[in-house]
């Protein structure tokens, strides 16, 4: 990318989020923050129990990473995010207008066995099916890619870097 954007990397969970934020951070040279870090505990509280957040427990999460982006407007920047829906990408470009969304995408086995596989997480395989169900693809209007996940964390950092850089040109 010839400007420094801040990349969202969004998707459901189980799709990599975490794994390949820091990989695309490392290989644009900016700094990554992981968005669970912005969930207050009550959110990760009830995620934990199973229960899938609504509206009103998101819009403070995404506040704080539209205003972790907005601070790196211009320096650019990685931050990871479900973005599962349209509104929840609409909030953070109302607070970094610039930010860029990198979809990582897959079939739902593929990351069912993924997220069946992971340990030390709060996020349940349970509520797979309301992330899906909530899931809202990027709009043609939308500033961002979207890269499927059926490779290795590497090849879909290598992926994700040429489609960011396509956006640019």
Do not use: C
Not at 52 to 78: K, Q, T
Not at 111 to 131: K, N, T, V, Y
Request: net charge negative; aromatic share 6%.
């Amino acid at each position: 990318m010839s400007t420094p954007h801040v990349v969202v990397v969004m998707g459901v969970a189980g799709t990599g989020k975490t794994t390949v934020g820091p990989l695309l951070a490392d290989a644009l040279g900016v700094p990554y923050a992981e968005g669970d870090d912005f969930h207050p505990p009550s959110n990760i509280a009830k995620m934990s129990a199973g229960t899938p957040l609504e509206d009103a427990d998101r819009w403070p999460w995404l506040e704080a990473i539209g205003a972790w982006a907005h601070s790196r407007a211009g320096l650019g920047g990685v931050v990871s995010s479900s973005a599962l829906k349209r509104a929840y990408r609409d909030r953070l470009r109302d607070e970094a207008p610039g930010a860029v969304f990198l979809h990582l995408t897959g079939d739902r086995p593929l990351i069912e066995r993924r997220m069946g596989e992971r340990q030390g997480h709060f996020m349940p395989a349970g509520l797979l099916d309301s992330q899906f169900a909530t899931l809202e693809d990027l709009g043609a209007d939308e500033a961002g890619v979207a890269v499927d996940v059926s490779g290795t964390p590497e090849e879909i950092t290598e992926q994700a870097v040429a489609s960011l850089r396509r956006l640019d040109s």
